[in-house]
Nanobody, 124 residues
């Protein structure tokens, strides 16, 4: 089982990035997928989650209207489009997968599979 996240980088406030996470080694289309982030000295927090086939989505309040999660099951890939980035969005971003959509989608302990993380830095 592997999740490979990419797409992070340096961006100015107001800019955009698209993160990608490619999965392998399991039936990706049967799994709910989520994005999390962790800033230095802070706990890992849930950003967004998407269910397997129905495509139901969830977002953290602070990113609603700015971030969009999507998935392409033919490519075993989940994306996070991030627009209007702010300095407080700076963190390492992780993708995660879980067979059953967690009731607490934002809780990292609910997920079994994790990617390695990609750094997003928003600076002036």
């Amino acid at each position: 089982v592997q999740l490979q996240a990419s797409g992070g980088g340096l961006v100015q406030p107001g800019g955009s990035l698209r993160l990608s996470c490619v999965a392998s080694g399991f039936n990706f289309d049967q799994y709910a997928v989520g994005w999390f982030r962790q800033a230095p000295g802070k706990d890992r927090e849930g950003i967004s989650c998407m269910s397997n086939r129905e495509g139901v989505t969830y977002y953290r309040d602070s990113v609603k209207g700015r971030f969009t999660i999507s998935r392409d099951n033919t490519k075993n890939t989940v994306y996070l489009q991030m627009n209007s980035l702010k300095p407080e969005d700076t963190a390492v971003y992780y993708c995660a997968a879980e067979l059953v959509l967690p009731r607490k989608w934002y809780d990292p302990y609910e997920y079994d599979y994790w990617g390695q993380g990609t750094q997003v830095t928003v600076f002036s």
